[in-house]
């Protein structure tokens, strides 16, 4: 990130932007990078940002990290442990450990979720992650994304089948009642 210090002009992009946002795939993957390019905005005051799923071992890379981290976007995929199996092939473990430990920490965070109908919308599901959301300290903002089926081409494109391509869209319907089923209508 040798850049900033030779270029005016993307210095001051990045503070009129706010800040520096790394997103992926998964930047956590990437943490020994990261943590010096962390560095180098943090030597020149520029606010860093994390958006991750979280599905990662707490190592003292990812710990160094973190510490370097102003702000942490958090894909929680499903707060029922069995459903996020079905969902993405994985356990939620690793990533609602890693929120307990930015609360932790005191890193802010925002919390995401995509509003799959028939998959994350169950008010029970909802209800547990507002217990879940109010048990952390730090977080900022609760966001539910919609889900859309935009990407089904890419799958099409492979010649795979879309998972979901039984699923509608999530409507402005869905998504009022569910920020009120979280309490952040």
């Not at 992650?129 to 889900?147: G, M």
Request: proline residues 3%; aromatic residues 8%; contains cysteine.
């Amino acid at each position: 990130m040798i850049f900033l210090k030779k270029s005016y002009v993307i210095k001051i992009i990045f503070i009129q932007i706010g800040g520096v946002t790394v997103t992926g795939g998964e930047p956590l993957l990437q943490a020994k990078f990261l943590i010096e390019l962390f560095t180098k905005l943090k030597q020149e005051k520029i606010h860093t940002c994390l958006d991750t799923s979280g599905m990662v071992i707490l190592t003292e890379e990812i710990r160094k990290l973190l510490s370097l981290t102003d702000l942490v976007l958090l894909d929680v995929k499903h707060i029922n442990d069995k459903k996020c199996k079905d969902l993405v092939g994985f356990s939620n473990q690793l990533e609602l450990k890693f929120a307990n430990y930015l609360s932790q920490q005191n890193i802010p965070i925002w919390i995401r979720q995509v509003l799959i109908p028939g998959i994350t919308d169950d008010e029970q599901d909802l209800l547990v992650l507002k217990d879940f959301i109010q048990s952390l300290t730090t977080v900022q903002k609760v966001e539910l994304l919609p889900y859309h089926a935009m990407g089904c081409y890419k799958w099409k494109q492979l010649g795979l089948e879309y998972p979901l391509n039984d699923i509608k869209e999530a409507t402005v319907e869905d998504i009022k009642k569910a920020k009120k089923v979280l309490g952040i209508a």
